[in-house]
């Protein structure tokens, strides 16, 4: 049996609950994992340790760790890391790493895997369209998608290590420009409701937005719409040339379903689909689908979510 | 300085292709093949920066015969070299050794900078870029939403988590670009006709072992059929199936 390494997912310093579902998946590999928490805090070491399944916890500290800076990362995650079967989140800068940590021991990386069964994992090919299932021969980076692996419970509390490693920075971060749009990344949400050209005009997004408020979901949209609309922008689309998502809950309005969409969403646990072309690929792919116009759907969607959720 | 400025650029299924799995390995025989959609900006990326401080551009690709039409389709675009790295011995490359056999022509040609997409359409995987950087032990960018030339590097604009970071790189380094920051420029007649007549120059590669064996490739899962409902009428029906057998909301 490999060792197995978890590299703990950090937002601004804080610890994200992804990790939790890296130690799964680390445990099903066979082993309680060594956790590294790359630019630590006490509160994430002290979250880290609590955490089921984990066999001890690096805090690795120093400065390059105050910005994603991906060489210096990896030169001070590799230094701290023991070798074996490393796990990463599949986050943008989770498989970043996890390519530079793979490249610099030599061994192979595979990203965005949605199970592991015994020594075989899958990964999605083709953006999902078909499912790749291999088995390692040796040491490997491999990163896992998130909300596929049921996250590790409470523990008995793991010994943290606290090591100083850090490296020469390659990038200098000159200023951070705050989003325009402000909203929920779709990349990131557990809820999201997008728009496709059906919306007809690019204002009319504003009711997603509000069902999107009501929900605390992220705002998507197909590639028609934004390669129609100025409006739109690249952030929000979702499909193979866009970001893939995999939330609980996919609401798909006025989106017909085109095959490099649903590549990106097809995942989701629930899909509703509102559309008013029953005949819509969209609607063979969703849990619910509901024939109608988003003018009449909409107003009674965002009344019934409001009653619900106050 | 004229820097030596590479792109990556592979061959990929349409993204609007349907894939089919026959046997235990998908069936690409009847798909249309394209340039990976994120490569288009790359080398438009790596025409920018020729345009911007001259220099060489060299388009790199990995793979057999068939993907000259790539390296073509990029000399159509105004790229002045073609190379394809490829052994017929290869099959189903692995990260390690794909990135092996690119970081290898990087070093051939002497690149200052490499331009490649942020992930290609048909792994979705997103290594090579950082991965071919770690190997030269140079920096990276990865998923560029912005795009700057100055005397002595570059200036890129990053995703991050509390925002944009507007973030300077010296040379030489590795750019993974996304969409979003340029509009590629279409190949004219005399682009394509000098495309038709030039040369690829294939070149070989030192790569490891494969660290990763292939078992099969599957269909995805596929859900239990739903249920549709004609008419505005059964929202109020559906955010209850949420709500009560979903548990989703």
């Given amino acids: 049996m490999s060792e197995t390494v978890v590299i703990a997912e950090t937002k601004q310093g804080m610890l994200h609950s992804v990790t939790a579902e890296l130690v799964s998946a680390a445990n099903a590999l066979g082993s309680a994992p060594t956790v590294i928490i790359p630019g630590t805090s006490d509160s994430a070491a002290a979250a880290v340790a609590e955490l089921a399944g984990v066999g001890r916890v690096i805090a690795c500290v120093g400065d390059c760790f105050s910005t994603y800076d991906a060489a210096s990362w ?71 998608r998130a909300n596929t692996f049921a996250a590790v419970g409470e523990g008995d509390g793991a010994e943290v290590t606290v090591m100083n490693q850090s490296a020469d920075i390659a990038t200098a971060v000159r200023e951070m420009i705050a989003k325009a749009n402000e909203r929920l990344d779709v990349a990131e949400a557990d809820i999201i409701i997008s728009g496709g050209r059906g919306m007809q005009d690019p204002v009319n997004f504003v009711d997603l937005e509000r069902i999107a408020d009501a929900l605390g979901a992220a705002v998507g949209a197909s590639r028609a719409a934004v390669d129609t609309w100025e409006e739109i922008p690249h952030s929000m689309q979702v499909g193979q040339t866009g970001k893939t998502v995999n939330p609980s809950l996919y609401i798909a309005v006025g989106i017909s379903g085109a095959i490099q969409h649903l590549a990106g969403m097809r995942t989701s646990k629930y899909i509703v689909a509102i559309n008013k072309d029953a005949e819509a690929p969209i609607f063979k792919h969703a849990d619910y689908g509901i024939v109608s116009t988003w003018e009449e759907a909409l107003p009674i969607l965002e009344s019934e979510l409001k009653a619900l959720l106050g | 300085m004229m820097p030596n400025i590479a792109v990556l650029v592979k061959r990929v299924p349409d993204t609007n292709a349907q894939i089919l799995v026959s046997g235990d390995r998908v069936d690409l025989s009847n798909v249309k093949w394209v340039m990976s959609p994120y490569d288009e900006y790359a080398l438009e990326a790596a025409m920018m920066h020729k345009e911007a401080q001259g220099g060489v551009v060299t388009a790199i690709t990995l793979g057999a015969p068939e993907c000259d039409k790539v390296l073509k389709d990029a000399k159509a675009i105004g790229v002045d070299r073609i190379i394809r790295v490829w052994d017929d011995s290869w099959s189903e490359l692995d990260s390690n050794q794909t990135q092996m056999a690119l970081t290898s022509a990087v070093k051939e040609i002497s690149a200052e900078v490499v331009y490649c997409g942020k992930s290609a359409a048909d792994t979705g995987a997103g290594s090579t ?77 030192e790569i490891p072992a494969s660290g990763i064996n292939i078992v099969s490739h599957t269909p995805p899962p596929q859900k239990a059929p739903g249920q549709t409902f004609d008419g505005a009428t059964n929202v109020p029906a559906v955010v209850a199936a949420l709500r009560n057998d979903a548990n989703v909301i």
Avoid: H, Y
Wanted: include cysteine.
């Fill in chain 2, 129 to 205: 870029g950082p991965g071919v950087a770690e190997r030269l032990d140079w920096a990276s960018a990865s998923n560029i939403i912005g795009l700057e030339f100055e005397d002595s590097g570059i200036e890129v604009i990053v995703p991050a988590a509390s925002g944009n970071a507007r973030t300077g790189i010296s040379l030489p380094a590795v750019v993974s670009c996304d969409k979003g920051f340029c509009k590629p420029r279409k190949p004219n007649v005399k682009g394509i006709m000098m495309a038709k007549r030039a040369q690829v120059e294939v070149l070989a590669a």
């Fill in chain 1, 74 to 144: 990896a030169k001070a995650v590799d230094t701290c890391a023991p070798a074996g079967i490393v796990v990463c989140a599949a986050s943008q800068n989770g498989k970043d790493l996890a390519s530079r940590l793979a490249a610099r021991r030599s061994i192979s990386v595979v990203q965005d895997v949605v199970a592991i069964d015994g020594s075989t994992l899958t990964q999605p090919i083709f953006s999902g369209k078909a499912m790749q299932n291999i088995v390692l021969s040796g040491d490997a980076v491999i990163s896992i």
